[in-house]
């Protein structure tokens, strides 16, 4: 199976170097584009959108683009001569990001997160998890 396309879910994780090294290697060694995706709940969404100071309404595409997190990250694979795109959704967050991996056509979905204790993912869910068991391709668990 080639891999063309890897898809990066995005997350407000501290430390995203894990994720960039995985992703940096991939590419490289595969030649894929990647595309950097970013879900955001309502609340979130309106927030950054008052931050990032649009004129008009901005696409969640726009507001992915300009998220500090997908900045970081475009930046750093950019520079490794990495093919980068940004894509963005509102809604819930894991089914989004299932989602926008879907139109994305990937061969590969990458995304970190933090371990946890059976009764810590009962209590309060985990975007991975959901991404995890509901993605239409392989995954690429990165932990923090």
Do not use: H
């Not at 309404?57 to 950019?78: K, M, N, W, Y």
């Amino acid at each position: 199976m080639a891999i063309d396309t890897i898809f990066v879910a995005v997350t407000d994780a501290d430390d995203r170097t894990p994720l960039l090294e995985t992703v940096r290697d991939l590419a490289r060694s595969t030649g894929a584009t990647v595309v950097l995706g970013r879900s955001y709940d309502e609340a979130d969404y309106e927030e950054t959108v008052a931050g990032l100071d649009f004129d008009g309404q901005p696409s969640p595409d726009d507001v992915a683009r300009r998220s500090e997190s997908v900045r970081e990250l475009a930046t750093d694979l950019e520079a490794a001569d990495i093919p980068v795109e940004a894509r963005g959704a509102v809604g819930e967050i894991g089914p989004e990001l299932v989602s926008l991996a879907d139109a994305a056509d990937t061969d590969l979905l990458v995304i970190q997160g933090r371990s946890r204790s059976p009764a810590g993912k009962a209590i309060f869910g985990s975007t991975a998890q959901t991404v995890i068991l509901n993605a239409t391709c392989p995954v690429t668990f990165v932990s923090e």
